[in-house]
C-alpha cells in the first residue's frame, strides 16, 4: 500500500501546482478554449503512448455510456469550470474548496461503492480541513471572502468527487490507460463546439513560453497524473485515495511562493502541518500479524 499511496500522493503534488499553473495560463488564453487546447495535447500524448504499448479494450455499451459520462463531467465540466474560477479566484482559496472533496467522495462512495465511513477518515478530514482554514485565512479567521470565481471551483469539486467515484468503478474491468484516453477523447470533443461560443472574446496567447507551459502542464498534469492516479486507484477505497486531497492548498501555497513570490506565513506553516498530519491519520493503516497492509 505504500507504493500506491505514494503513487498517489504524487499526483496530488502535480495537481496542486496546477492551481498557480491554471492562474498564470488563464490570464493569457480564454478559459474554453485554454481547456480545449489542453485537452488536445492530452489525448494527442494519450494516444502515442496508447500506440505505443499496443493497447486497446473492448467495451460494452454500459462501459461506452459510462466512459461518455466520465469523459462530459470528470474531464470537460471539471476543467472548464476550475479555469472560469481561476480568473477572478485565488488558489489558495480554490485549493481549499476542493479539499472538501473527501466528504462528498466518502458520501458517494457510501452509497455506491459501498465503503464504510471510519472514524480515522473522518478525524483526519476535521484536522486536514482545520489547517486548509489556517492556510487560507493566515490566522485572521473572519477575512475569507468567496469570490464569484469560487462558484465555478465548487463545481469542480463536485465534478472531481463524480470522476473519482467513475474512475473506480471502471478501473476493475477497463484498463487505466484506455479509460483515460477514451474519457479525455470525449471531453475534447465536447469542448471543441463551445470554445467559440462560450468565450467572449477569445483570447490566445502568441508566446512561445505560454504555449510551452500550456502544452508541459497537460501533459504532465492531467495525461501523466492522471494515468498514474487511474492505474493506482482501483487498490484503495475511493474516499480514503480523496483524502489526499488535502494535500493541494499545501502544494498550491508552496508553488505560489516559488512562482509568483508570495509570502508564507508561520500560520500558514502551521495549517500546514495540520494538513499533512489529517492526510497521514486519515490513510495510516496498522500492519497486520500477516504482513498485509
Request: hydrophobic share 55%.
Amino acid at each position: 500500500m505504500l507504493k500506491t499511496y505514494t503513487s498517489l500522493t504524487i499526483c496530488v503534488v502535480v495537481w496542486g501546482s496546477n492551481f498557480v499553473f491554471g492562474k498564470i495560463l488563464v490570464q493569457d488564453f480564454s478559459p474554453t478554449l485554454l481547456t480545449s487546447l489542453r485537452l488536445l495535447f492530452i489525448v494527442l500524448f494519450l494516444m502515442g503512448l496508447s500506440a505505443y504499448k499496443k493497447q486497446y479494450n473492448r467495451m460494452n455499451t454500459t462501459d461506452i455510456l459510462a466512459v461518455v459520462f466520465l469523459g462530459v463531467i470528470g474531464v470537460f465540466i471539471n476543467q472548464w469550470s476550475f479555469f472560469i474560477g481561476l480568473q477572478t479566484a485565488d488558489p489558495t482559496t480554490s485549493a481549499l474548496i476542493l479539499a472538501t472533496t473527501p466528504i462528498l467522495t466518502s458520501f458517494l462512495a457510501a452509497i455506491f461503492l459501498k465503503e464504510k465511513l471510519t472514524i480515522r477518515m473522518f478525524l483526519g478530514s476535521i484536522v486536514a480541513i482545520i489547517g486548509i482554514y489556517f492556510v487560507v485565512t493566515k490566522g485572521a479567521f473572519t477575512s475569507l471572502h468567496f469570490e464569484k470565481g469560487l462558484l465555478w471551483i465548487v463545481i469542480t469539486m463536485i465534478t472531481f468527487a463524480i470522476m473519482i467515484i467513475m474512475t473506480r468503478l471502471l478501473s476493475q474491468r477497463i484498463d487505466p490507460l484506455a479509460i483515460t484516453l477514451y474519457s479525455n477523447i470525449v471531453g475534447f470533443t465536447v469542448s471543441v463546439p463551445f470554445a467559440f461560443f462560450l468565450d467572449t472574446p477569445v483570447r490566445v496567447s502568441s508566446r512561445v513560453s505560454d504555449w510551452a507551459l500550456l502544452i508541459g502542464t497537460a501533459v504532465i498534469v492531467h495525461g501523466m497524473a492522471n494515468l498514474i492516479w487511474n492505474a493506482n486507484i482501483r487498490h484503495v477505497d475511493a474516499s480514503k485515495a480523496s483524502i489526499l486531497s488535502n494535500l493541494e492548498p499545501f502544494v498550491a501555497m508552496i508553488m505560489g511562493f516559488i512562482l509568483l513570490s508570495k509570502p508564507i506565513s508561520n500560520v500558514e506553516l502551521l495549517g500546514s502541518f495540520f494538513i499533512v498530519g489529517g492526510v497521514v491519520l486519515s490513510t495510516y493503516q496498522r500492519k497486520k500479524l500477516r504482513g498485509i497492509y
